[in-house]
C-alpha cells in the first residue's frame, strides 16, 4: 500500500469515527427526567428570587445522571450515595478554596484520587467521577465566603434529594416497561483498575489545573474538567475520538454560547435555556459526543457564571473558557498516552508502584 493510500485510508477512518452516530435504546423519558432534575430548582430559585440558590441546587441536581439499571432498591440506595458524594465533594473543594487558593489544587486532586478510586471499585458506570470533579471545581472558584458553605453544601445536597425523588418516580413508571434489571455485580478490587488508573488520572488532573492557575487564568474550573473527561476512556482510540469531538463540539459550542450569552434573559428565561440544553444533551450525548459538546459547553459555562453571578462580559467568559478547556484537554491527551501506552504502563507498573503487570494484563493492553 503506498504513502498516499495509508494517508486516504486513516481520512476514511478518522472521518467514520467523527460522524458516526450511534443507535441508543434510551427511552425519551430519560433525558426529560434529567432535564426535570436540573430544572425543577432553576424554577424554584426563579419563582423566589434567588437564582444563585437554583443554580448551586441544580448542579445536585446532576445526581439523576448516575441512575443505573439495577432493581429498584439497589438503584435508589446507589442514587442516595452519589448525593451524599455529590454534596461532599463540594463542599470539600469549598473550605479548601477558602482556607487557602494554593490548596484548591491540593483539594481537587485528593477528590480525583478517592471519587475515583472508589466508582471504579464499585463498577460505577459512565459518567463514572466524572460529574463529582465538575461539581467540586466549580465549587471552588465560587467568590470564598466561609460562612456561606453550609447554606451551598445545603443547597446542592437539596437539589440532589429532588434528582433522588425524580428518579423514583421515573422508575415506578419505566420500569414494568423495560426488560427486567440485572442485581449489581459484587466490587472486585483490580489494582491495575483501581489504584493505577485512579493515581495517574488524579496527577493529570491536578497537573492541569496548576497549569492553569501558573498561566494566571481566572476561574480555571474547566481546565481539570476537560482532563479528566478525555482520560476516562477505555481505550486510546477512544481517547484520541473524545479529543477530536471536543475540539470541533467545543469550537462550536462556543459560538452558541456567545450567542446565548448576548441574549436578554431574565431567571426564567434562564431557567427555560438551561433545562432545554439539558435534556438535548441526554439525548444526544449516547449517539454523537461532539454534537452533545456543542450543548454541554454553554450548559457548564452558564451554570458557572450564573453561579458567580455573570462578573464578565460575554466575551471575557468565552475567552477564558476556551483557554482551559485547550489547557486541559492537551494535558488530558498526555495523561491519556502515559494511561494507555503498554510499555509506559509496564515501566510505571514496576518502578513507581513496585508492581509489575500481571501477564494477562500485558497481553490485554
Not at 432535564?35 to 446532576?62: E, R
Not at 479548601?96 to 464499585?122: E, I
Not at 465549587?139 to 456561606?148: R, T
Not at 459526543?289 to 454553554?298: M, N, R
Request: glycine residues 6%.
Amino acid at each position: 500500500m503506498t504513502l498516499l493510500q495509508q494517508f486516504s485510508e486513516r481520512i476514511r477512518t478518522e472521518w467514520f469515527h467523527l460522524t458516526d452516530f450511534k443507535h441508543s435504546d434510551r427511552p425519551w423519558q430519560l433525558p426529560f427526567a434529567a432535564a426535570l432534575s436540573s430544572g425543577l430548582p432553576l424554577a424554584v430559585g426563579a419563582w423566589f428570587d434567588h437564582m444563585q440558590y437554583g443554580v448551586l441546587s441544580s448542579l445536585g441536581g446532576l445526581v439523576f445522571l448516575y441512575i443505573a439499571n439495577l432493581p429498584l432498591a439497589q438503584r435508589m440506595v446507589a442514587l442516595m450515595v452519589c448525593a451524599f458524594g455529590m454534596a461532599a465533594s463540594f463542599g470539600l473543594a469549598q473550605m479548601g478554596s477558602a482556607l487557602h487558593p494554593l490548596a484548591t489544587p491540593v483539594v481537587l486532586t485528593f477528590l480525583t484520587l478517592l471519587v475515583g478510586m472508589v466508582a471504579r471499585f464499585y463498577r460505577l458506570p459512565p459518567p463514572g467521577s466524572f460529574f463529582f470533579i465538575m461539581v467540586a471545581s466549580i465549587g471552588a472558584y465560587l467568590p470564598s465566603d466561609v460562612e456561606l458553605i453550609p447554606l451551598r453544601v445545603g443547597l446542592v445536597f437539596m437539589g440532589s434529594m429532588v434528582a433522588v425523588l425524580v428518579a423514583f418516580v421515573y422508575s415506578l413508571w419505566m420500569m414494568p416497561r423495560l426488560p427486567a434489571p440485572e442485581p449489581a455485580p459484587a466490587p472486585q478490587y483490580d489494582f491495575q483498575y483501581v489504584v493505577y488508573d485512579s493515581v495517574l488520572i488524579a496527577v493529570f488532573v491536578g497537573l492541569a489545573l496548576v497549569v492553569a492557575e501558573l498561566m494566571g487564568l481566572r476561574s480555571a474550573y474547566w481546565a481539570p474538567v476537560s482532563c479528566i473527561v478525555i482520560m476516562q476512556n477505555v481505550t486510546m482510540r477512544a481517547v484520541w475520538n473524545k479529543q477530536v469531538h471536543r475540539i470541533l463540539g467545543t469550537a462550536a459550542g462556543m459560538v452558541f454560547t456567545w450567542v446565548l450569552l448576548m441574549l436578554p434573559m431574565n431567571a426564567w428565561t434562564l431557567c427555560l435555556t438551561l433545562t432545554a440544553l439539558s435534556f438535548v444533551i441526554e439525548s444526544l450525548v449516547v449517539r454523537h459526543y461532539g454534537l452533545a459538546v456543542i450543548f454541554i459547553t454553554p450548559l457548564t459555562i452558564m451554570l458557572a457564571e450564573a453561579g458567580a453571578n455573570m462578573q464578565l462580559p460575554p466575551e471575557l467568559i468565552i475567552q477564558a473558557r476556551l483557554i482551559d478547556i485547550v489547557v486541559g484537554s492537551v494535558i488530558g491527551m498526555v495523561g491519556g498516552i502515559f494511561l494507555h501506552n503498554l510499555s509506559m504502563r509496564s515501566w510505571i507498573s514496576r518502578y513507581v508502584f513496585r508492581r509489575p503487570m500481571p501477564p494477562s494484563q500485558l497481553h490485554q493492553a
